[in-house]
């Protein structure tokens, strides 16, 4: 198993920045595997869309248009921890944000990440409110 814990969340205004962390703890089966992991958000009334992805054993990023040059996906291996730093934000950032996890490597990364049906693992979320 494996258990995802968001925090972070907040309200800021518009413009402001915000720093989201997902917390990992791993069951000794999963002790020694890489992951791919990401930030998902949910906005009222819409569905879940993947925000930002990094793979643990590399480094290795993309992300939404909608974000891209605004969100950075990080993470802190000895910490079992990823982050998503975000600013410049806008009123259209507002959402609950989610962490997941895929265990493993998946060569078809850049395809399969939006994907809400490619994980395995997902955290409660944090919510966040950008104010105009």
């Known amino acids: 198993q494996v258990r995802l814990v968001e925090s972070g969340g907040g309200s800021v205004q518009a413009g402001g920045s915000l720093r989201l962390y997902c917390g990992a703890s791993?069951?000794?089966?999963?002790?020694?595997?890489?992951?791919?992991m990401t930030w998902f958000r949910q906005a009222p009334g819409k569905g879940r869309d993947g925000v930002a992805t990094i793979y643990t054993g590399g480094g290795m990023r993309s992300y939404h248009d909608a974000v891209k040059g605004r969100f950075t996906a990080n993470q802190d291996s000895a910490k079992n921890t990823v982050y998503l730093e975000m600013s410049n934000l806008t009123p259209d950032d507002t959402a609950m944000y989610y962490c997941a996890a895929r265990s493993g490597y998946d060569g078809l990364w850049h395809l399969h990440w939006p994907s809400e049906a490619s994980y395995d693992f997902w955290g409660q979320g944090t919510q966040v409110t950008v104010a105009s």
């Open positions: 791993v069951d000794t089966a999963y002790n020694a595997k890489t992951f791919h």
